[in-house]
């Protein structure tokens, strides 16, 4: 069973994670431990498996070898397992993944109701709730396809914090969206970070990492190649790929 | 044991092997009780039934059958007569289908409307029913005394007589031979890889090609005739009865006819279908070349539709040829219906099965082989079509 | 002077006309040959079946037959039998009813309101079960009657709807399994889905309704009828999962990972987040697919069914109205041509709309 208050053991704890894809060594022994209420922020080149990594987090992957242990439960084969860890990691996509045959409302409150079983008042008291939360509530009655892509976006952390989740995954949330709106996403998310709320977030906005970050992780070739205090990844890395990374990203 | 089922792994393995399983279970069992149950009528498993005479007669037939003739024999015949009917139905059809596919695409509103009007109505009635419609009218047509006569052809209710040349079936089957490769030589020669001459010289080696084998087609049907008879043998009455040239009987005109009709209303669409997918940029930009309409047309907008339509089609002449099993409605000895009463003669019912399966996944996989030959050998290279 | 500018005269009716038909000298002769063909048909035509036709039945046979154009009396005389079949007089008002149930179910099953499963599975299933209590009797008051006495388009209609109803359901089955994640499971329903296709509906349903009753235990054989029904889904769901799982490829595979991430199981997952979407991909091919369905439902009569055609066949065939089958003929072409027609416009119509509303 998950445990929802005890503070002793990590959020997750990831022990020599490798995954395959094929012959293709994705992830190479991975280790990794996060704290609960703990924010870490994810960054590296492309293809570095940093979205295979939060993947295998709620076994979107399967990984081949080592643990994975959130909150207290190992992820293995077990179905149970995978379900209650999914029921407590909420996830966010880059694309939005909102589903498009139904209402902004509707996508908020159909997990909850078939997979907690909540009553419908109350699942959509709390998609309401979150809606505000995100700053759309009047959009609670359109369709996904009415809405910009940062509206969108906010819907679709709306709805993985329905279902009440005590981790939050977020991958590149904000790299499908045009500039203008990637602020009203990362205002959202800055917000729910200093709610506690334990968060992993790939993306490159490093003012966003800066602000929230405990911790900054970068990942080259399916390895986390530096771990480090945002204060000490940003200005004295001692890592010849990450200060290469770091001058392109942030320009020069 | 409750912690091994909620096991993922075991799950799986245990979900597949219960479904594979049970149906290879069901299809055993159904194998089983029917041999029992056939057993228990006296009939024995297995394929010696094969080289059995039959003891009943098929009423249409390429090859020469009497009822003395094993039953192997009779499935050859059947398929020959399938694929035979299959391949007319599917010219045919193809013809019909290509001319009213044309007029749905003309720019003249009352060639549309034709087109249109013809596909609405015989794409949306049974083809079955279509089968019937012909039939009777073809069995209703007057004897052969009173037969209606044009051209030299002779409509009658025992079957479409029409001129024919007076040479042995040998000779005839080698003369269509060298026809058909009047075709496809010159298609053939006509990649480049296998001519690397300039356009000129390579129409001339095309067109030699053709001529030449219809030449070899001329000779063997001269050489082929009969003795002291004129080239083209016509029908005419004698006595009761109808004498010379070739009887098409009513069974078989039925079934082409229908299948031309109903076939080439579907292949209509295809071709209109291929046409509205070739992009307006093309032809404005051929046109815009300078060239004539028709040559835009023969060289822009024909060779696009055609590419465009080819998946189409191949699956449209796949369904045509399942579609001759119609036969059997009208008393057509096509593969099926000799397999039908195969079963009522003989009993060997699940060998006469397994043979129908057989034969049809044969059929359609030399079709689809055919297919994608051609497809890949006018493919265009690149993506030309896009945009 | 050169320089007048004149208007351009207002393209009058004649102008307009001769741009359209009579361009170029090829047009003009296309036009002309397209009229002259045109004229030439529907005036045989209308001559055939109205002008010279003979409507009532008070002639007789004879007086029918004596007529240049086409003989009605025979669906006046015999209209009861190819509707109806052999199903008993006093009762055939059920019949008819029947009938109304299917025509006012598939209407309904058309408007978009009804397009969620549950609704959607609530109107056939009281559809059908109204027409077979209709049919069926023994009920209420009805009077029982059998299977075997049912015939005609009421035939026709129930094993299309059965076909539909039982067929439905397992191509979505087969759909699902063929694009499982487990290798075999997913092989072996590939290998059953390409082996019916490959046949013709004709070897199958000859399969079922003559061989079948071998390879059964007495127990499991039932009727013939539904035998053969069981077929013709069979085959019909074989192509409608082809279509179900194009629609399913037409899904988004990040929507069932947001399912997932959610913490929906498979069936929540299939039937509130990949089925609604892939229903709605694959309507147009769908309805595409029940009219060739409808359209193959009359080769039931190939293996001894009195369902519309055999009916016709008898309603001609015996006695005094033998030359009457073009009249006979036409008449069920007729009834066919306006369930099917009304059903592909509605099916070219919906794909157009679709199609509007993706851009
Ligand atoms: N489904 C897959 N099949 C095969 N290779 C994959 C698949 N998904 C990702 N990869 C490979 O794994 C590597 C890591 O990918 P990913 O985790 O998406 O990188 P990132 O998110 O850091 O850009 C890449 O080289 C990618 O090509
Ligand atoms: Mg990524």
């Not at chain 1, 990691?89 to 209402?103: A, E, I, R, S, Y």
């Not at chain 2, 045919?92 to 509103?109: E, K």
Request: charged content about 15%; hydrophobic content about 50%.
């Amino acid at each position: 069973m998950i445990s929802t208050n005890s503070t002793g053991e990590p959020a997750l704890r990831i022990e020599n994670l490798d995954k395959y894809y094929g012959t293709f060594h994705a992830l190479r022994g991975i280790n990794l431990s996060v704290k609960r209420g703990e924010k870490i922020v994810v960054c590296g080149p492309s293809g570095s498996g940093k979205s295979t990594m939060i993947r295998c987090i709620n076994r979107l992957e399967q990984h081949n070898g080592g643990r994975i242990e959130v909150l207290g439960t190992e992820l293995n084969d077990d179905v149970g397992n995978i379900d209650e860890i999914r029921r407590e990691v909420g996830m966010v996509f880059q694309h939005f993944n909102l589903f498009p045959h139904m209402t902004v409302l509707e996508n908020c409150m159909i997990s909850p109701m078939i997979v907690r079983k909540q009553p419908r008042a109350q699942a959509e008291a709390t998609a309401r709730l979150y809606l505000e939360k995100v700053r759309i509530p009047e959009q609670a009655m359109k369709y996904p396809s009415q809405l910009s892509g940062g509206q969108q976006q906010r819907v679709a952390i709306a709805r993985a914090l329905c279902m009440q989740p005590q981790i939050m995954l977020f991958d590149e949330p904000t790299s499908a969206l045009d500039p203008e709106m990637v602020s009203e996403v990362l205002d959202v998310m800055v917000t729910l970070a200093s709610e506690g709320m334990t968060m992993i977030c790939v993306t490159h906005e490093m003012g966003f990492a800066r602000r929230v970050a405990d911790r900054m992780i970068f990942m080259d070739g399916g390895d986390i190649v530096e771990e480090a205090s945002p204060d000490e990844f940003f200005t004295s890395s001692r890592n010849e790929r990450t200060r290469q990374f770091l001058s392109q990203v942030l320009g020069h | 044991m409750v912690s091994l089922l909620r096991n993922q792994k075991v799950r799986n393995a245990l979900l597949q092997v219960l479904y594979v399983g049970s149906i290879a279970a069901m299809v055993l069992a159904g194998i089983v009780i029917a041999r029992r149950n056939l057993a228990d009528q006296g009939i024995t498993s297995g394929f010696d039934f094969l080289f059995k005479s039959t003891g009943w007669d098929v009423n249409f037939s390429l090859l020469p059958a009497t009822a003395n003739d094993p039953y192997w024999w009779y499935f050859l015949i059947g398929i020959i007569n399938t694929l035979f009917l299959g391949s007319v139905g599917l010219i045919l059809a193809t013809i019909v289908g290509t001319i009213v596919g044309l007029a749905r695409t003309s720019s003249n509103d009352l060639a549309r409307l034709l087109g249109r009007t013809y596909v609405d109505i015989f794409r949306n009635i049974p083809l079955i029913l279509q089968v019937f419609f012909w039939y009777a009218i073809i069995t209703h047509l007057p004897t052969p005394r009173s037969a209606h006569e044009a051209w030299g052809f002779l409509l009658t209710s025992r079957g479409l007589y029409i001129p024919f040349p007076n040479v042995g079936s040998a000779a005839f089957a080698a003369a269509t031979l060298a026809v058909i490769a009047a075709i496809v030589l010159p298609a053939w020669l006509g990649r480049t890889s296998r001519l690397a001459q300039p356009i000129g010289q390579r129409r001339t080696i095309q067109f030699a090609a053709a001529a030449a084998a219809l030449a070899c087609a001329a000779i063997i049907l001269a050489i082929g005739r009969m003795p002291d008879t004129p080239l083209l043998d016509f029908p005419a009455l004698q006595g009761l009865n109808l004498r010379g040239g070739l009887r098409i009987p009513p069974e078989f005109a039925t079934l082409a006819i229908a299948i031309a009709i109903y076939g080439g209303s579907y292949i209509a669409e295809i071709v209109r279908g291929g046409f509205k997918a070739v992009g307006t940029g093309q032809v404005e930009a051929a046109l815009s070349l300078g060239l004539s309409p028709w040559r835009v047309f023969t060289l822009v907008r024909l060779p696009l539709a055609l590419r465009a339509m080819l998946p189409i089609l191949a699956n449209q002449y796949v369904w045509l040829m399942k579609a001759t099993t119609m036969g059997i409605a009208v008393g057509f000895t096509d593969f099926f219906m000799i397999v039908a009463l195969t079963i009522n003669h003989s009993g060997q019912t699940l060998e006469a099965i397994g043979i129908l399966m057989a034969g049809f996944l044969a059929i359609n996989l030399s079709l689809a082989a055919v297919f994608n030959r051609i497809n890949k050998a006018i493919a265009l290279k690149g993506n030309q079509l896009r945009g | 002077m050169e320089m007048v500018v004149v208007a351009p005269p207002a393209p009058g009716r004649l102008e307009d006309l001769r741009r359209r038909f009579f361009a170029t000298p090829l047009q003009a002769v296309l036009s002309l040959a397209c009229l002259a063909i045109m004229v030439f048909l529907v005036w045989k035509l209308l001559n055939w079946a109205v002008f010279s036709a003979v409507f009532t039945t008070s002639g007789g046979p004879e007086a029918c037959q004596a007529a240049a154009g086409a003989c009605w009396s025979v669906i006046a005389a015999r209209w009861r039998i190819i509707f109806f079949g052999l199903y008993p007089y006093e009762e055939q008002w059920r019949s008819a009813l029947a009938c109304v149930a299917v025509v006012v179910m598939t209407v309904l099953s058309c408007i978009p309101a009804f397009w969620t499963g549950r609704r959607i599975a609530l109107v056939w299933g009281a559809g059908t079960s109204l027409f077979y209590v209709l049919m069926k009797g023994g009920v209420l008051g009805l009077a029982h009657v059998g299977e075997e006495a049912w015939g005609g388009l009421a035939l026709t209609l129930f094993i299309f709807v059965t076909t539909c109803l039982i067929g439905f359901p397992l191509a979505i089955c087969l759909a699902l399994l063929r694009r499982s994640e487990l290798p075999w499971i997913s092989r072996t329903t590939g290998l059953i889905i390409d082996g019916v296709r490959s046949l013709p509906l004709i070897s199958i349903l000859f399969t079922f309704a003559v061989v079948l009753p071998f390879a059964l235990p007495q127990w499991l054989q039932g009727d013939k009828l539904y035998r053969v029904i069981l077929g013709s889904a069979l085959f019909f769901s074989a192509y409608q999962a082809e279509i179900v799982r194009g629609g399913m490829q037409g899904v988004a595979t990040g929507q069932e990972e947001a399912a997932m991430a959610l913490g929906m199981r498979y069936w929540q997952r299939v039937s509130r987040i990949l089925l609604p979407q892939a229903m709605r991909n694959a309507m147009p091919a769908t309805i595409n697919q029940f009219v060739i369905s409808f359209k193959e439902t009359s080769l039931v009569v190939i293996v001894g069914f009195f369902e519309i055609l055999a009916s016709g066949n008898a309603a001609y065939g015996t006695g005094e109205w033998r030359f009457a089958y073009v009249e006979v003929y036409a008449f069920i072409a007729f009834i066919y041509f306006i369930f099917v027609f009304s059903l592909s416009r509605y099916g070219a119509f919906l794909e157009r709309r679709m199609s509007v509303s993706e851009r």
